[in-house]
Every structure is written in C-alpha cells, then in structure tokens.
C-alpha cells in the first residue's frame, strides 16, 4: 500500500492499552530489566505506526509490514536496542532508519534528542506527518544513512536500524568520545547486535550480543519508492 494512502489507528482504546501492558510484561520475562525502555514502550502506542487492520497484532512480539516493502520491527529488537543504548535524558541520538517512526518515538519518550534519516521518500514524508500529528518531537531528514549528519554532529549514540555489512566511517567520525554506537552487523539472513564504545585515542571497545534479522542497510542511495 502506498505510504501516502495508508490508514492508521489513532485511538487508544482500554483495551489496546491493556495488550500493551501485557507486551511490557513478557519483555520483562524475556529480560529487558531498563525500566526507562519499559515505561516508553507502555506509553508509545504501536499501534500508531502500523497499517489499520492490524491493531490485533501491534503488541505481539512480532515484527509487521510497512509501507516501502520494510518492517517495524519486534517489541523485543526495539527494547534490546534501546537498553544497549544507555539512554539518558538530553543525549543526542542519531537514527539510521526511520522507517514506521516507533523507534524514534521510543527514543524521544525516553527524553533523548532524535535525529533520524530516512532513505524512502514516501515513507520519510508520510513518517514526518504521523510523529508531528502525534506530538513526538524528532528531526527527521531524507538522506543517505551511510554519510550520518555531520552538521549536526557529533552525537552522544548512534542506532542503526538495517543490516548493515560493515560500519561506515562517516559514523565512527560523528560519535562523541565516550559514545555508544549500537548496529546490526553483518549480511545474510541474521545478524550480530553489536556495540561500540569511542574510546579516547578513537579507538572502539567492542562487545557481540544476540542475533537478530534486519532489512539490508543500502549505500549511496535514496528511493522514492511507496
């Protein structure tokens, strides 16, 4: 469905919001222990950022299709991400991969400052209407991840949100010393959540976590596919 023409849920209903509560619940059994994650992904209704007709499925812990052929992904990817992250109040993030919106939306609850570039023009625009109608203060740009946003730079996190095969030098250059950088790497059908640390003399301290499955995080090319 064209991004344009996609309907949405903007009502929050008791009962959405007790299917909510329960999928914050399970992500706690499945051990997501940031209670700051917790509490974004109980007051972000993710059901906003899915096609109308799929509110039943907003809060399993299931990835859904978007409009531009690309995914929100799970509950669970969004809260691990975001717990490596070490979100604090005032940090400025850089999201590589709009997409839906929610992850930023997550972010920005949390009281980080959200920058994010989108690489589908239909859905960076339909995006930027739907955080703006919903009050969810993000800079959003259509642009190509891979070169960042150096005038905005440098940037206390930066969350990759697509497959990406290697780490673009451009991102190394714009996270701040001391700064998280948080990527899905790697090709093929999963991928290693890997964290990144800027250490002082440029260098990065490096840990692995889970595997996940991303959409492939593309270089040099923006697409105004719907």
């Known amino acids: 469905m064209p991004a344009k023409n996609r309907k949405y849920n903007m009502e929050d209903t008791f009962k959405l919001q007790g299917k909510r509560k329960q999928l914050v619940d399970d992500l706690k059994k499945k051990g997501i222990t940031d209670t700051a994650v917790l509490d974004a992904l109980q007051k ?14 907003a ?9 531009s052929e690309q995914t929100i992904s799970q509950p669970y990817t969004v809260a691990f991400q975001s717990q490596l ?26 009281g980080a400052n ?7 023009e239909a859905l960076y625009k339909s995006t930027s209407v739907l955080l703006r109608k919903k009050g969810y203060r993000v800079n959003l740009f259509y642009g190509d991840g891979y070169k960042g946003l150096p005038t905005y730079g440098p940037f206390d996190r930066i969350l990759i949100t697509a497959a990406a ?13 001391g700064g998280i950088l948080i990527v899905p790497l790697g090709e093929g059908g999963r991928q290693v959540m890997t964290k990144l640390v800027k250490n002082k003399d440029d260098s990065f301290s490096v840990t692995e976590h889970d595997s996940f499955a991303f959409v492939p995080m593309l270089k040099g090319k923006v697409s105004d596919n719907v």
Request: no cysteine; proline share 6%; charged share 25%.
């Open 85 to 110: 992250l070490e979100v604090k109040s005032n940090l400025k993030i850089l999201e590589i991969g709009t997409g839906s919106g929610y992850q930023a939306a997550i972010l920005s609850t949390m």
């Open 44 to 57: 972000v209704p993710r059901h906003f950022f899915i096609a109308k007709g799929l509110e039943e499925k």
């Open 165 to 177: 095969p290697i780490i673009p030098d451009d991102l190394k250059t714009q996270l701040k010393t």
């Open 114 to 120: 959200v920058y994010s570039i989108e690489r589908h």
């Open 59 to 67: 809060y399993e812990d299931v990835a859904l299709p978007i409009a």
